[in-house]
């Protein structure tokens, strides 16, 4: 069973930051890569980040420099984080944790980061 949950969006100005957290249950995920996406109204998802099982990472060239990616791995539990620094209004969206594993997407319910002045 895997289970995702995010925290940590909220308002903040530009310039600002924020850490988001993903609460990943399920044992299977540590041997998977992890990601972060995002939606802003009226666009498609888009990727931002990635992590691999051995914690190799990549970003969207929009976020290069300004977001860094990591992971903790315990047991059963992982714990995905986003750090997002020097934030723009373009990075208002609502932001989604995301496993794919062999070809199935899991999702988390998102959590909304506002950029606003």
């Known amino acids: 069973q895997v289970q995702l949950v995010e925290s940590g969006g909220g308002l903040v100005q530009p310039g600002g930051s924020l850490r988001l957290s993903c609460a990943a249950s399920?044992?299977?995920?540590?041997?998977?890569?992890m990601n972060w996406y995002r939606q802003a109204p009226g666009k498609q998802r888009e990727l931002v980040a990635v992590?691999?099982?051995?914690?190799?990472?990549?970003?969207a060239d929009s976020v290069k420099g300004r977001f860094t990616i990591s992971r903790d791995n315990d047991n059963a539990k992982i714990t995905v984080s986003l750090q997002m620094n020097s934030l723009k209004p373009e990075d208002t969206a609502v932001y989604y944790c995301?496993?794919?594993?062999?070809?199935?997407?899991?999702w988390g319910q998102g959590t909304q980061v506002t950029v606003s002045s």
């Open positions: 399920g044992s299977i995920l540590s041997r998977f890569a």
């Open positions: 992590i691999t099982s051995g914690g190799s990472t990549n970003y």
């Open positions: 995301n496993a794919r594993i062999y070809s199935v997407d899991y």
